[in-house]
């Protein structure tokens, strides 16, 4: 599982250093692809496969859209963790994002899955959960 919070700054080269808490369970590699709500996701191999099979099988049960697959699929990487426990993030998944070099970043975990957001956005969507959350024992 992976869980909490970290601050983190994108290099001029696009590379982010993941928290040391999350590096053994994602090395020697893994999968960044386009996450719901405009964050990037990071997967373990396993958690890719899986991924990738339930969306093979959702389109074959008319569930999704073949569109909706090969959005997903051109726009997953897989990415190797250097010896420092960086991994590159892609232009594309950056623009997706709205992540820009040389700046700050948030990673965070999301039990199954990384996700790796533009702080603004990412303190909008946390805090409309914690309403909900909040909300949800009237």
């Known amino acids: 599982m992976f869980v909490g919070v970290h ?13 040391a808490s999350f590096r053994p369970r994602l090395e020697p590699r ?3 692809s386009i996450g719901r709500d405009k964050c ?4 373990t191999a396993e958690a890719f496969e899986a991924a990738a099979r339930e969306s093979m099988e959702k389109v074959r049960n008319g569930e999704m859209s073949l569109n909706q697959q090969r959005a997903q ?3 997953t990487f897989e990415v190797a963790i ?17 992540l820009t070099l040389n700046s700050r970043v ?3 975990g999301s039990f199954d899955r990384v996700e790796i957001w533009e702080p603004e956005r990412h303190e909008r969507v946390v805090l409309l ?10």
Do not use: H, T
């Not at 983190?8 to 928290?19: E, H, M, Y």
């Not at 990037?40 to 997967?43: A, F, S």
């Not at 250097?82 to 709205?98: S, V």
């Not at 959960?129 to 009237?138: L, N, P, R, T, V």
């Open 7 to 19: 601050d983190r700054q994108l290099d001029p080269k696009g590379r982010l250093a993941l928290p």
């Open 30 to 32: 893994c999968f960044l």
């Open 40 to 43: 990037v996701d990071i997967l």
């Open 73 to 75: 699929a051109s726009n």
């Open 82 to 98: 250097d010896a420092q426990g960086r991994i590159n993030i892609e232009e594309k998944l950056r623009e997706y994002a709205g």
């Open 106 to 108: 948030v990673v965070s």
């Open 129 to 138: 959960g914690i309403e909900q959350i909040a909300g949800s024992g009237e």
